[in-house]
């Protein structure tokens, strides 16, 4: 019996010893905040000029380049306004604003469509 609560308690003092699980890390790496209207343009932007919606067809594994291009709009969030934004968010992100957010999407649209004029 003593044995047991010995190699109870020594499994407490090495799990204090550590700076904090991971989970909890990553969850606050990705924390959840309402995305800006700026942001939703970049995205926007990336993932039309590289038609991530594409047609299947001559694609020979969709969704991996689908990741890849989710990647490059996790990296271009986090480069130009310094926010960390899991491929998941956005990916939901992305959905919601074209079937649920139709007034959103379209003025995002049109400011794309006015910086494409003003280059």
């Given at each position: 019996?003593?044995?047991?609560?010995?190699?109870?308690?020594?499994?407490?003092?090495?799990?204090?010893?550590?700076?904090?699980?991971?989970?909890?890390?990553?969850?606050?790496k990705f924390k959840a905040s309402n995305m800006s209207f700026i942001e939703m343009v970049e995205m926007v932007?990336?993932?039309?000029?590289?038609?991530?919606?594409?047609?299947?067809?001559?694609?020979?594994?969709?969704?991996?380049?689908?990741?890849?291009?989710?990647t490059k709009v996790v990296k271009s969030l986090h480069r130009n306004f310094g926010v960390r934004r899991s491929?998941?968010?956005?990916?939901?992100?992305?959905?919601?604003?074209?079937?649920?957010?139709?007034?959103?999407?379209?003025?995002?649209?049109?400011?794309?469509?006015?910086?494409?004029?003003?280059?």
């Amino acid at each position: 019996m003593e044995k047991e609560q010995v190699h109870a308690d020594s499994n407490s003092n090495s799990n204090d010893e550590r700076p904090g699980p991971r989970t909890s890390r990553s969850r606050r790496k990705f924390k959840a905040s309402n995305m800006s209207f700026i942001e939703m343009v970049e995205m926007v932007d990336i993932l039309k000029r590289t038609d991530y919606d594409g047609k299947p067809g001559p694609y020979p594994n969709p969704n991996v380049r689908k990741a890849k291009i989710m990647t490059k709009v996790v990296k271009s969030l986090h480069r130009n306004f310094g926010v960390r934004r899991s491929k998941n968010q956005l990916r939901k992100r992305w959905s919601d604003l074209k079937l649920r957010e139709h007034d959103q999407y379209r003025k995002i649209k049109r400011v794309l469509q006015k910086s494409l004029w003003a280059q």
